[in-house]
């Protein structure tokens, strides 16, 4: 899984980076890749995740379908939620936005960034909740679908850094999606990167 460097608060910043504020280490025992080919993301769970579907509501009320998948081990918890908008794409003009402002309130953010997964656009939150507890998490919309992946652990834990380093979103053979081979380090390299491409393909 590739992901982008540390950069400025205008720049393009990977998980990996952002975990750096917060090193793991020895988190690897007894958590195991989970794919999903349905929603089409992976990523690391301490275990089988159980699955639950919702109505999700959106930047303007609107309710549309919705599955988290989400496992817990001890004071971790560890959710991945897919927002379905492929009946509802008009509603995913500011879905990341609204995304990011509902993990914001849960407490104080210690990182609150734009961020990219292999091109594919979305932000990037570290946050402190009032009790000392920390929550990592990455928001991401690809092919009519929010990815929203939430990790947090106690305050006198190490933070849920393996989760949040794991995650990728796939294709519907389970290969991670990679939209980013020119290696663009800003939004605006990645917008114009993408623009060059589609129309390449006109």
């Known amino acids: 899984m590739s992901h982008s460097g540390p950069v400025s608060a205008a720049l393009t910043i990977s998980l990996a980076a952002l975990v750096a504020v917060w090193p793991s280490a020895g988190q690897a025992q007894a958590w195991q890749e989970y ?8 990523t690391m769970f301490p275990g089988e995740p159980s699955v639950r ?6 930047a303007n009320g609107v309710l549309v379908p919705a599955r988290e998948f989400r496992a817990e081990r001890g004071e971790g918890r560890y959710s991945m939620t897919v927002v379905d908008f492929s009946a509802h794409e008009s509603e995913e003009d500011g879905a990341i936005a609204h995304a990011a402002a509902a993990i914001r309130q849960k407490g104080t953010p210690r990182y609150d960034e734009f961020a990219q997964l292999n091109g594919i656009p979305g932000h990037a939150l570290s946050i402190v909740e009032p009790d000392g507890r920390q929550i990592l998490s990455s928001i991401y919309l690809h092919d009519h679908r929010l990815y929203i992946a939430e990790g947090s652990e106690a305050a006198e834990s190490l933070p849920p850094a393996l989760f949040s380093q794991s995650t990728d979103i796939t294709d519907e053979h389970g290969v991670g999606i990679n939209l980013n081979p020119g290696g663009a380090t800003s939004r605006a390299q990645l917008l114009r990167q993408q623009q060059e491409a589609e129309q390449q393909q006109q």
């Open 53 to 58: 579907d919702f109505s999700y509501t959106t």
């Open 35 to 42: 794919a999903n080919l349905d929603y089409r993301f992976s």
